[in-house]
């Protein structure tokens, strides 16, 4: 498993960027952040290539070149043994370059569009 670029949400560690899967952020096993097979781990498949990823306490934040969206604290459901994450498209017009084009400060966070 070779990611371009990842970082730790939720217990979990998200990478994404392999030149096979472009458009798939995998998360890893929680609290296990090398498996990304076993029980627990996941992938999310999207529209476009993912060009970053960005985790602040509050939500993680997917980039696109075209869009950003984000999986908050309440789009997390637990059921049973199951972990569920929904995600939500906030910007719908630009996403980020790539992923060194994007950073935090406090509660904000800030990107370089295309």
């Known amino acids: 498993f070779s990611p371009?670029?990842?970082?730790?949400?939720?217990?979990?560690?998200?990478?994404?960027g392999r030149s096979d899967n472009p458009n798939v952020v995998?998360?890893?096993?929680?609290?296990?952040?090398?498996?990304?097979?076993?029980?627990g781990s996941d992938s999310f498949t999207f529209n476009e290539t993912i060009t970053g990823l960005h985790a602040t306490n509050e939500a993680l934040f997917y980039f696109t070149k075209n869009?950003?969206?984000?999986?908050?604290?309440?789009?997390?459901?637990?059921?049973?043994a199951s972990i569920t994450y929904f995600t939500r498209?906030?910007?719908?017009?630009?996403?980020?370059?790539?992923?060194?084009?994007?950073?935090s400060a406090g509660m904000n966070v800030y990107y370089l569009t295309p």
Do not use: L
Not at 4 to 16: L, R
């Open 26 to 39: 995998y998360k890893s096993v929680a609290d296990d952040y090398e498996d990304f097979s076993n029980s």
């Open 89 to 103: 498209t906030i910007n719908a017009q630009q996403g980020s370059v790539n992923h060194a084009s994007i950073v």
């Open 67 to 80: 869009t950003v969206s984000a999986t908050g604290p309440s789009d997390i459901s637990e059921t049973s």
């Open 4 to 16: 371009s670029f990842s970082v730790t949400f939720n217990s979990s560690h998200w990478a994404s």
